[in-house]
């Protein structure tokens, strides 16, 4: 089995900053792309970020500038660096990884649990 722990959600002030951080452990071979999605009340899931094994990044129109993602490989980790966060931003987070359990194995999405992040005006 394999696990997703997100951290660093909380409130903050528009203009605030706030970190977001995915552990994952478990049965892992190999973790291809890993990404944050995002869902408001009442809104669909939507992509924050994604970035690839090798680095390369594909941001949403609505926070490219404002923030970054990042990884750690060696510790299956990846971040989400939110700066000048604004209340629109407010939803839960949702960190996403492709998994390769084993050199055999196909590639499993796993998704964590989420952490609410709210921006307040």
């Known amino acids: 089995q394999v696990h997703l722990v997100e951290s660093g959600g909380g409130l903050v002030q528009a203009g605030g900053s706030l970190r977001l951080s995915c552990a994952a452990s478990g049965s892992i071979f190999r973790i291809n792309a890993m990404g944050w999605y995002r869902q408001a009340p009442g809104k669909q899931r939507e992509l924050v970020a994604h970035?690839?094994?090798?680095?390369?990044?594909i941001y949403a129109d609505s926070v490219r500038g404002r923030f970054t993602i990042s990884r750690d490989n060696a510790k299956n980790t990846a971040f989400l660096q939110m700066n000048s966060l604004k209340p629109e931003d407010t939803a839960v987070y949702y960190c996403?990884?492709?998994?390769?359990?084993?050199?055999?194995?196909?590639?499993?999405?796993?998704w964590g649990q989420g952490t609410q992040v709210t921006v307040s005006s």
């Open positions: 970035i690839t094994s090798g680095g390369s990044t």
């Open positions: 996403n990884a492709d998994v390769v359990r084993t050199a055999w194995s196909g590639i499993i999405a796993y």
